[in-house]
């Protein structure tokens, strides 16, 4: 198939050298047809290089990227000797009296269930429920238990790693809630 090209309103002459007839596809039906293909915007000598990230890509939720951190907290929780112990819920069948005396009952399974519903906007909220283990042990089995003990080792070592990433958790809270000033 040829084509006649029109110059300023008159014909080349010599338009039968200036362009080359199209050829007929070599496995015509199977693939995807060239006409529906998408081309490349990039110049040939560039295919290597790949596209241009975009400055402006979306950011990842920053409910998401808390809990990711708070993620990382929890298993270095789960590290602590004695924290086997406030892994899961009580067994109110083996402890009967657990729960008449423990009304918000908190555990690590609770807390990373709440991780991962991004339940937390703040990580003031992961610390109470940090400290309400340590609280709730204390009251069912005294200040002196081992359980108590790996309960207070793991509220300190919370707090010191919510103070290590305050202001990476600062701006997440911000971007969460952007109502938050500095003093929230």
Same mark, same amino acid.
């Given at each position: 198939?040829?084509?006649?090209?029109?110059?300023?309103?008159?014909?080349?002459?010599?338009?039968?050298?200036?362009?080359?007839?199209?050829?007929?596809?070599?496995?015509?039906?199977?693939?995807?047809?060239?006409?529906?293909?998408?081309?490349?915007?990039?110049?040939?000598?560039?295919?290597?290089?790949?596209?241009?990230?975009?400055?402006?890509?979306?950011?990842?939720?920053p409910?998401?990227?808390?809990?990711?951190?708070?993620?990382?907290?929890?298993?270095?929780?789960k590290?602590?000797?004695?924290?086997?112990?406030?892994?899961?819920?009580?067994?109110?069948?083996?402890?009967?009296?657990?729960?008449?005396?423990?009304?918000?009952?908190?555990?690590?399974?609770?807390?990373?269930?709440?991780?991962?519903?991004? /339940?937390? &906007?703040?990580?003031?909220?992961? $610390? !109470? %429920?940090?400290?309400?283990?340590?609280?709730?042990?204390r009251?069912?089995?005294?200040?002196?238990?081992?359980?108590?003990?790996?309960?207070?080792?793991?509220?300190?070592?919370?707090?010191?790693?919510?103070?290590?990433?305050?202001?990476?958790?600062? /701006?997440? &809270?911000?971007?969460?809630?952007? $109502? !938050? %000033?500095?003093?929230?």
């Amino acid at each position: 198939m040829l084509v006649k090209q029109e110059r300023d309103g008159e014909f080349d002459s010599d338009y039968e050298q200036n362009v080359t007839p199209v050829r007929p596809r070599l496995n015509a039906g199977a693939g995807i047809s060239s006409s529906k293909r998408r081309i490349s915007s990039l110049p040939e000598e560039d295919y290597l290089q790949g596209p241009h990230k975009s400055v402006q890509r979306i950011r990842a939720d920053p409910k998401v990227t808390m809990g990711t951190l708070l993620t990382e907290i929890v298993n270095e929780l789960k590290t602590i000797p004695g924290s086997e112990h406030l892994m899961f819920a009580v067994n109110a069948k083996k402890v009967k009296d657990y729960y008449d005396i423990i009304k918000n009952p908190m555990d690590l399974q609770k807390i990373k269930c709440k991780i991962a519903d991004n /339940k937390y &906007e703040l990580r003031q909220e992961f $610390l !109470l %429920d940090v400290k309400r283990m340590l609280d709730n042990s204390r009251l069912y089995n005294g200040d002196n238990h081992v359980i108590t003990d790996a309960a207070k080792k793991m509220f300190e070592l919370a707090s010191k790693r919510l103070v290590e990433k305050e202001q990476q958790l600062m /701006k997440l &809270e911000k971007a969460i809630n952007p $109502l !938050l %000033d500095d003093n929230d």
